[in-house]
């Protein structure tokens, strides 16, 4: 593999490598792009505070998060990697174990979460609240016999599939009618052909873990439409999921203090500040301006992690100075697995960490715990909320 020295450098590549509506896929985003932009700008907009003499000759980038041991405090975040690349997950999952961290898995992922704990145990399982509880207990009971060792539950989506440059056409199946219509595609994308033709198979389309046990795995299209009818979960069901569980658990999608509280009012150890990448509600602010308030809201009670917007170490490092506990990384690693598979996953994961590493040194701090808010300059006004006309707390109607 040709390594690529930023993540910038394996977008690049990954959108001349991948057939467009792959791309256009992993691309997202929603409406105009507001708060997929906004993810990333918004780190622009905060600056360091370098100090010089007395540098710390070697850094400690370890950490843990939901008990796990990782070597540095970069997550891969879950997105179903659907015909990204015939490894699909597993090359995922590896890279992360070969990097040292820990993988969250979507429900709507295309590899079995058998086969991705065995390619890295440290395997977060990740759902949406998709049917009644039962099918739900079903499919977190078999996350938990392959050895999951956690559990993610992402509340943060409004199935809004609108984007002003247009919506990527994603077919239901694989089939001759659909091999026909992508020919053209595909065709101008030779090396992501080879890729499927080496691995024997064309991509399945398929939600391995949205299946009952014996069932075949649904399409994609199946599982999405029976979210769309599940009706939302209230904190009540969500405090059921919880107890069922029983072991570490990270609520995925808070942006704000009173949601962050109400997650640790129902048990989780964890909260990731999200916006599911700008992929949401359009108009949110970018994640990392919504940390501090989750930060200032529930740090002393539940890890709090982040995502949205994480290209460079240095994004890493400011979220870190902020108060997130580590970062997960959706496009970034997506972008590694459409340019080089595994190991482009392996070559962003290296990125971030040398880039960390670099900032630490340039701060001044020997671990990553050891990171401020006094190393970073940050514009007032910088997380734009919560505003004085905004009550904080929404009246909602009681969920139990
Ligand atoms: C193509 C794609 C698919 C995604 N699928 C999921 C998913 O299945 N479950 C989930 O919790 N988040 C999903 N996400 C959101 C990511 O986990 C993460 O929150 C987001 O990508 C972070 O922003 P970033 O891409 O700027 O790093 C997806 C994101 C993308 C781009």
């Given at each position: 593999m040709a390594w690529f020295e930023t993540v910038a450098?394996?977008?690049?590549?990954?959108?001349?490598?991948?057939?467009?509506?792959?791309?256009?896929?992993?691309?997202?985003?929603?409406?105009?792009?507001?708060?997929?932009?906004?993810?990333?700008?918004?780190?622009?907009?905060?600056?360091?505070?370098?100090?010089?003499?007395?540098?710390?000759?070697?850094r400690d980038l370890a950490t843990t998060v939901l008990g796990q041991d990782i070597s540095f405090p970069v997550l891969i975040s879950p997105t179903g990697v659907q015909a990204v690349h015939p490894e699909g997950e597993v090359g995922v999952?590896?890279?992360?174990?070969?990097?040292g961290t820990a993988i969250g898995l979507s429900a709507f992922a295309s590899r079995s979460v058998d086969d991705v704990v065995a390619a890295n145990p440290q395997t977060f399982f990740q759902t949406y609240w998709v049917g009644d509880r039962d099918r739900i207990a079903r499919r977190v009971e078999r996350a938990r016999e392959a050895g999951a060792a956690a559990l993610i539950?992402?509340?943060?989506?409004?199935?809004?599939?609108?984007?002003?440059?247009?919506?990527?056409?994603?077919?239901?199946?694989m089939d001759l009618a659909t091999m026909a219509k992508f020919a053209p595609e595909g065709a101008v994308r030779p090396r992501y052909l080879l890729d499927w033709l080496r691995a024997g198979h064309?991509?399945?389309?398929?939600?391995?873990?949205?299946?009952?046990?014996?069932?075949?795995?649904?399409?994609f299209f199946q599982a999405y439409g029976e979210w769309m009818y599940t009706p939302p979960a209230t904190w009540a069901d969500l405090e059921w999921l919880r107890e069922l569980w029983g072991g570490p658990f990270m609520v995925k999608g808070v942006t704000r203090p009173d949601d962050a509280r109400r997650a640790a009012d129902i048990g989780a150890d964890a909260v990731s500040v999200s916006n599911h990448g700008g992929n949401n509600l359009d108009g949110t602010p970018g994640a990392i301006r919504s940390l501090p308030g989750v930060v200032d809201a529930v740090g002393d009670r539940v890890e709090v992690l982040l995502d949205g917007g994480i290209r460079r170490g240095t994004d890493?490092?400011?979220?870190?100075?902020?108060?997130?506990?580590?970062?997960?990384?959706?496009?970034?690693?997506?972008?590694?697995?459409?340019?080089?598979?595994?190991?482009?996953?392996?070559?962003?994961l290296d990125i971030l960490r040398s880039g960390?590493?670099?900032?630490?040194?340039?701060?001044?701090?020997?671990?990553?715990?050891d990171l401020r808010p006094g190393?970073?300059?940050?514009?007032?006004?910088?997380?734009?909320?919560?505003?004085?006309?905004?009550?904080?707390?929404?009246?909602?109607p009681k969920s139990d």
């Open positions: 450098e394996a977008q690049r590549r990954a959108r001349k490598r991948l057939p467009r509506s792959v791309y256009g896929a992993l691309l997202a985003g929603t409406e105009q792009g507001l708060t997929l932009t906004d993810n990333v700008r918004a780190f622009d907009e905060i600056g360091f505070r370098p100090q010089v003499g007395d540098q710390p000759a070697e999952a590896r890279a992360a174990a070969e990097a539950v992402t509340l943060d989506w409004v199935f809004d599939s609108r984007r002003d440059w247009g919506s990527p056409d994603i077919p239901e199946r064309l991509p399945r389309l398929t939600v391995p873990n949205m299946a009952d046990p014996g069932e075949e795995p649904p399409t890493v490092l400011k979220a870190l100075a902020l108060g997130a506990r580590a970062v997960m990384i959706g496009r970034a690693y997506l972008w590694g697995m459409g340019a080089a598979g595994g190991p482009g996953v392996k070559n962003v960390l590493d670099e900032g630490l040194f340039g701060l001044g701090r020997s671990r990553v715990g190393d970073l300059i940050v514009p007032d006004g910088f997380s734009r909320g919560p505003q004085p006309w905004a009550a904080e707390e929404t009246p909602r």
